[in-house]
């Protein structure tokens, strides 16, 4: 691989870097490229990618970025799994293939600038989606504003049932 090659190697993983909500990086040794090409099959549904790099080439794309931070688990054989969407689903689809998979690790990965280690990205991959989460905001939303007109037209609710009760007891 001439300079060149690797140039453009580091402005696209730098584009990558730039465009990126999360980047996980893995070590993917023992693993086939049949496994390889169904992880990013997957990875492909939620708007995310696994791509291969040589750690070199990794650490100068990261360099200034919110990204650098992952430098240090730029050892070995490394894997760079980079979503551009929703950062929960593409670590769901991830970390079940972890589960299924023992042989690709998790070594750490960032969201948003901060650092998260391999149970961090455990524990944000049993996150419900995006649509849920939005939707149980939306009910939570809605039962305050429902509860205050309960409650205000219970006044005149219990108002209308004493006057029944003071009429009924007129008749009697």
Do not use: C, W
């Amino acid at each position: 691989m001439n300079r060149d090659e690797k140039a453009s190697i580091v402005d696209e993983l730098s584009s990558k870097f730039s465009k990126a909500k999360i980047a996980i990086v893995t070590d993917y040794k023992g693993l086939t490229v049949p496994v390889f090409q169904e992880i990013r099959r997957e990875l492909k549904k939620n708007n995310a990618e696994l791509q291969v790099a040589k750690n070199t080439l990794l650490r100068l794309a990261v360099k200034g970025t919110d990204y650098e931070i992952l430098e240090e688990h730029f050892k070995g054989t490394s894997a760079l799994t980079v979503s551009y969407d929703d950062p929960v689903a593409s670590t769901k689809a991830l970390m079940a293939f972890v589960k299924d998979n023992p042989q690709l690790e998790v070594k750490g990965g960032v969201l948003e600038g901060k650092q998260l280690t391999a149970e961090d990205l455990l524990a944000l991959s049993k996150l419900p989606s995006r649509e849920i989460l939005l939707s149980q905001l939306l009910s939570v939303m809605q039962a305050v504003p429902t509860g205050f007109v309960r409650a205000l037209s219970g006044v005149p609710r219990n108002f209308m049932y004493l006057l029944q009760a003071v009429k009924d007891q007129k008749e009697q």
